[in-house]
Each structure stands twice: as C-alpha cells, then as structure tokens.
Nanobody, 120 residues
Framework: VQLQASGGGLVQAGGSLRLSCAASGRTFRRSIMGWFRQAPGKEREFVAAISWSDSSAYYADSVKGRFTISRDNAKNTVSLQMNSLKPEDTAVYYC??????????????WGRGTQVTVSS
C-alpha cells in the first residue's frame, strides 16, 4: 500500500492550499482516509477524514468551516482543500488510511508528509 501526498507549500495567512493523496496497492472502498498534521514540538493531531464508501466527513474543531475533505473514487485520491489558512496551520501534513469505522485514531497506512507553511 502506498499513499503519496502532494500540494504543500508556502502561503500567506488567509490564503488557500489544496493537498492531494493518491492511494495505490489495494482498494479502499471500505476504508477511511484521513489527514493528520504535526507541528514542530507538538504531537501529531487529527485534521479530517472521509469514509470511502459514503463520503461521511469528519473534522477537527480547529479546521471546521475552513477545510474540506473530498474523494475521487475513479482516481483513488483524497483531497484536502484548506482555506483561510492561519499561521497555526503550519505543520507537516500526513495522509493516512485505515479499515474500520472510527475516523480519528488507529490508522494502518501512512504516507510521507508534505510541508504546509503559513506566514503571518
């Protein structure tokens, strides 16, 4: 299983970025795909997740209303649209996948991170 994240970069506060995660190596039709982030000196935290089967979406309180997670079944990709970015959103963002129904923890597969830096 491979998860390849892309789309990170440097943006000013208030700006937008779109992260993408391409999944390969198996089908994820019964899985949950998620995004996590880890800022320097902090623990990794949940950002958002989406059910592959019915597109139910889950968000951390800190990103609700600003971030939107979506999926493309045909391309086997999951995206994270990040709007109204804040300096505190600066972190390495990781794509992850799991089987099961709990969206916040216990992910089985992880991709390499992509850096998101928001300048003030």
């Amino acid at each position: 299983v491979q998860l390849q994240a892309s789309g990170g970069g440097l943006v000013q506060a208030g700006g937008s970025l779109r992260l993408s995660c391409a999944a390969s190596g198996r089908t994820f039709r019964r899985s949950i795909m998620g995004w996590f982030r880890q800022a320097p000196g902090k623990e990794r935290e949940f950002v958002a997740a989406i059910s592959w089967s019915d597109s139910s979406a889950y968000y951390a309180d800190s990103v609700k209303g600003r971030f939107t997670i979506s999926r493309d079944n045909a391309k086997n990709t999951v995206s994270l649209q990040m709007n109204s970015l804040k300096p505190e959103d600066t972190a390495v963002y990781y794509c992850a996948a799991k089987d099961g129904i709990t969206p916040y923890v216990d992910y089985d597969y992880w991709g390499r991170g992509t850096q998101v830096t928001v300048s003030s």
